[in-house]
């Protein structure tokens, strides 16, 4: 069983950033972020394993940053030049590997890109 403790959504202007952060209690191989936007399916952001190799959505690539701390066990997801459809709520994730669906979610936090 994997939890979280996740923080730093909240609301920004088109072109700012946000950092958010995830906390992981449990054996974790691969975390990352997938985020859902109203009337959207969910998609993902990034996720990364314990040698700090990322892989990110198309939509993010160039603009957002994913990062662990193993000693920690918190990911760090850094979202700059955010654009309104970046608006969603983002959920940390915990999954087997690299090439599987999430099999742990947070309960999510809101980010709103809007002047």
């Known amino acids: 069983q994997v939890q979280f403790v996740e923080s730093g959504g909240g609301l920004v202007q088109p072109g700012g950033s946000l950092r958010l952060s995830c906390v992981a209690s449990?054996?974790?191989?691969?975390l990352g972020w997938w985020r859902q936007a109203p009337r959207k399916q969910r998609e993902l952001v990034a996720v990364?394993?314990?040698?700090?190799?990322?892989n990110y959505g198309d939509s993010v690539k160039g603009r957002f940053t994913n990062s662990i701390d193993n000693a920690k066990n918190t990911v760090y997801l850094q979202m700059d030049n955010l654009k309104p459809e970046d608006t969603a709520v983002y959920s940390c994730?915990?999954?087997?590997?690299?090439?599987?669906?999430?099999?742990?979610w947070g309960q999510g936090t809101q980010v709103t890109v809007s002047s």
């Open positions: 990364i394993d314990t040698y700090n190799w990322p």
């Open positions: 449990g054996n974790v191989y691969i």
């Open positions: 994730i915990e999954s087997p590997d690299r090439n599987s669906l999430p099999q742990y």
